[in-house]
């Protein structure tokens, strides 16, 4: 099996919500928050890749509630 690249540009409509362990949730329409990922850069594009073997995120680094809610307060 291969990789997916997904690149894709929101255009100030990515949307997130982010429900923590208790159930909280944090929501986020707008821009794609830094920090978290899913874009190298703050803005407007999401970039990733996915290994289709195994339906993980290429280099994805494992985020606390902390990290998550704190980039996604930066955009609201």
Known sequence: M???KVDAKCSD?????YTDKEGKQIQSDGY???G???????G???????DMETGQIQNWK??????????IKKVQ
Do not use: H, R, W
Request: hydrophobic share 45%.
């Open 13 to 17: 409509l990515c949307s997130l919500i």
């Open 44 to 50: 407007d594009y999401i970039e990733m890749e996915i």
């Open 2 to 4: 291969g990789i997916l």
């Open 32 to 34: 794609v928050p830094e």
């Open 62 to 71: 494992p985020l606390t509630d902390a990290q998550i809610i704190k980039s």
């Open 36 to 42: 978290i990922g899913i874009g190298e850069f703050y």
